[in-house]
């Protein structure tokens, strides 16, 4: 299994920017399927994104669709998610996850790697 450590979070005003970061460790990274969760809170845990090991094939929640990029660096064994145009209700704990597939996936239960998170917070 990858352990996975993300970075980047922080506060935003509305309509900033940030880029978040997943350095991965002790798996085999390029053979992932690598995506972003977030939990509100009060809220279940939801999908952000999703981009598979050979980097042609993404997926994106509606929600985020036009203002967040998932993108990933094999080398560098790194996975990040640049925001965008960020809305109050982006504010969550963002989470790094790794499936061990190349099948990208929206499914929490089809990842099996998980990061501790990284807090967003967006003000209006």
């Known amino acids: 299994q990858e352990q996975l450590v993300e970075s980047g979070g922080g506060l935003v005003q509305a309509g900033g920017s940030l880029r978040l970061s997943c350095a991965a460790s002790g798996g085999t990274f390029s053979r992932n399927t690598m995506g972003w969760f977030r939990q509100a809170p009060g809220k279940e845990r939801e999908f952000v994104a999703a981009?598979?090991?050979?980097?042609?094939?993404?997926n994106y929640a509606d929600s985020v669709k036009g203002r967040f990029t998932i993108s990933r660096d094999n080398a560098k064994k790194t996975v990040y998610l640049q925001m965008n145009s960020l809305k109050p209700e982006d504010t969550a704990i963002y989470y790094c996850?790794?499936?061990?597939?190349?099948?990208?996936?929206?499914?929490?239960?089809?990842?099996?790697?998980w990061g501790q998170g990284t807090q967003v917070t967006v003000s209006s």
């Open positions: 996850a790794a499936r061990p597939s190349w099948l990208v996936s929206t499914a929490e239960a089809d990842f099996a790697s």
């Open positions: 981009i598979s090991w050979f980097t042609t094939v993404t």
